[in-house]
């Protein structure tokens, strides 16, 4: 590693969102250039587009992984996905609000623009929607609710208009009462009854939706696991997972990954990657220590 | 008219967003109870009704008659429908944002929840749109979006999912810049090609969606006219435009009521209502001169 790179990950790494604001406006002053648009070049080193990605603030961030997604084929559906169930109300609001600034068009414009059929079905709402986020949550509803997807599950129509408005407008403390009470009343873990077919694209990304709703720790132990094991088809993964989890929620997915891999996750990325990639990945999830 | 309630609708019909608020405040803390709380009674009078809408800000406003229209069946979806096309993005994003605090459920978990079908395949994306607000158009996209919607139409399929993307996520600026396109390479308006059957609920709201996009005034005129001639079945259109739209586009209405209909909407209001709620009314509809 460089003297200069050590010393940019050095500094980039521990520096919290209001610093990085400050680094990116030094950035556009002194090279004439808006980060963010050097971002779309491909000739990036994965050390690159993590150290860009990592300098935007995290509302920029998720505007521009989701318009890259929307011009992408591949994967770009969970990462879609991701987004939109992982974050709160209010941040995904404001991603909305910065994909204006933006890009001139809206989120839910360029993802229905970009989507079809079941895909467009479950994803437009589940980026437009404003959940509620209190605790409260109604058990009759919960037990009503539960047999409507049971019923709908048992006749395969998974993507059934009930499934998806159960699922992307229910906040998240209903939906895991209502996934409780599936359990309880069934006797099987919803995600179990939709593996009937485990090639099936869509039903894998409503497993995953799931996922993100109710447990994004095992959601996100799951994304990082399989990319390190260079097992997913979601290329960016690793980067992704890490810039956009480091402040958030590293803790608990540093947890799941070593309860579920027997290794902890630091030494797992050290063993998948090198040089200053490695070194700014490592940083980074060792953030809310350092 | 009693001293009493002409010195109310005086101060009320001619203050601002804050100094309404401040009634507010001072009602709840001499009689001990929030007039939003009072709104609920069924006995209210037309008169009552009226002043206690105008008393609420428009964001807390909107928040209130979506809720009333969630717990109705008649006409309730044309008050949804309304309120989400022709409010700005902000605005609505703010009645969403009130709707939480007040209710707590999301508005669009209510909407979905509380209707079927068709009406819901429409309302629940209309009221969850964050749409672009810029004057950008794509001419391009237009021309190809006008030839999607004419093929549509002419299946009968007018609630093809490509129909309602197209109405639920684009600019204003766009749907008009479309529906030109539609006029000028199909050779009638779209509205006029979706009256293929007038009865059709589903079809005369698709219609109204198309009204209010792009030209509310229209829309609204329309809506006074039916409730002040006694043909629509929306019982309370009359007090909620009024009251909507007095602070906001009352001029255009006004302009559109008497050229459609060779009276001023003054003197139309005049001789279909009478007493407090005809005062108040008239009040609010000349709140702008005022």
Redesign the interface.
Known sequence: MENNEALIIQILAHRNAAQLKLIRETYAATYGEDLLKDLDSELWSDFQRALLLWTLDPTERDAYLVNEANKQLTSSNWVIMEIACTRSSNDL?LV??EY?ARY??????DV??HTTGDY??LL??LV???????D?VNMMLAKSEAKILHEKICDKAYNH?EVI?IL????KAQINATLNQYNSQFGNAINKDLKSDPKDDYLSLLRATIKCLTRPEKYFEKTLRLAINKLGKDEWALTRVVVTQAEVNMQCIKEEYHKRNSVPLERAIAGDTSGDYENLLLALIGHEDA
Chains 1, 2 share one sequence.
């Open positions: 609001f909305r609000k204006h001139k068009r809206s989120l839910e414009e229905a623009y467009r079905k437009v709402p437009s929607a404003f959940r509620y986020e209190g409260e208009e408005r992307t407008t229910r906040s």
